[in-house]
């Protein structure tokens, strides 16, 4: 079984832990709708970087057998 050998100091432990700091999300508006969405994806009503690219609104789901 690991033993530490000796005990980390406060410093270098907070240091470890300087990136683990929630962040907020990067979310972009839509263009042609004007639908807010998370960055490189596409929206619910299927646009991506002003093209219509998905059907939209239809979700499936994986879980489910068709």
Do not use: C
């Amino acid at each position: 079984m690991a033993v530490q050998q000796k005990r980390k100091s406060s410093a270098r432990r907070d240091t470890r832990r300087a990136h683990d700091a929630l962040r907020n999300p990067a979310i972009s508006t839509e263009s042609v709708t004007g639908e807010a969405h998370l960055r490189h994806h596409v929206t619910y009503q299927g646009y991506y970087r002003g093209e219509k690219v998905a059907s939209g609104q239809k979700r499936r789901n994986r879980n489910k057998e068709e």
